[in-house]
């Protein structure tokens, strides 16, 4: 009863409020008569200036500086024969009479070499014992660029380690078999890892 009551009077009593409020405001921005004054005429601005064809005063003339002649060349110097002249006296190098050939002299494509090469990891659960060497032998294929692929097996002491031993080779990188000026695939790469256990 007494939340009906509030509300017949309270609903009434707030419009009144509220349209109390939207009159005041009305009053405070509705615009009035405003007395401008006199008219007058209105003021041209000109933003751009406009260049009156006439003669420029005080113009001056540029006159460029006078340089001085440029420095002569300096002379030129003659070299001078810093051999030793000695009259009555000749040398020449011996001949001992040997013949060596030693060919081209560089071998590019000697015992393949990893640039990159990374151990095996996480092999510790194929540990057995305190202490020993297990070996995986590998042989794989090296492509032009120095990746390693095609790693097979060709004998281990305990399987378990083979796993590790093929991961760890298909990370390694080659610098790349060069013939005739062009890298080719290296092919049958045979390598060795070792697993040193204990002390």
């Given at each position: 009863m007494g939340g009906i009551i509030r509300t017949v009077v309270g609903v009434p009593l707030a419009a009144v409020v509220v349209m109390g409020l939207f009159l005041l405001m009305w009053s405070q921005i509705a615009p009035g008569e405003v007395d401008l004054g006199e008219d007058k005429e209105p003021v041209n601005i000109s933003i751009t200036n406009q260049i009156e064809d006439s003669e420029?005063?005080?113009?001056?003339?540029?006159?460029?500086?006078?340089?001085?002649?440029?420095?002569?060349?300096?002379?030129?110097?003659?070299?001078?024969?810093?051999?030793?002249?000695?009259?009555?006296?000749?040398?020449?190098a011996p001949d001992f009479g040997t013949d060596v050939d030693i060919g081209s002299g560089f071998n590019p494509d000697r015992d393949a070499q990893p640039l990159v090469r990374v151990n095996p990891s996480g092999f510790e659960r194929c540990i057995d014992d305190d202490e020993g060497t297990e070996y995986v032998s590998l042989e794989f294929d090296v492509t032009p660029d120095g990746n390693v692929v095609n790693v097979r097996v060709l004998e281990s002491s305990d399987r378990c380690y083979e796993r590790y031993a093929i991961r760890a080779a298909e990370r390694w990188k080659y610098q790349p078999k060069i013939v005739k000026g062009e890298a080719v695939p290296r092919r049958g790469v045979r390598t060795v890892i070792r697993f040193e256990i204990g002390g």
């Open positions: 420029i005063q005080n113009q001056r003339r540029f006159e460029r500086p006078k340089l001085d002649a440029p420095p002569p060349p300096p002379p030129a110097i003659q070299r001078q024969n810093f051999q030793p002249q000695v009259e009555g006296v000749s040398a020449a």
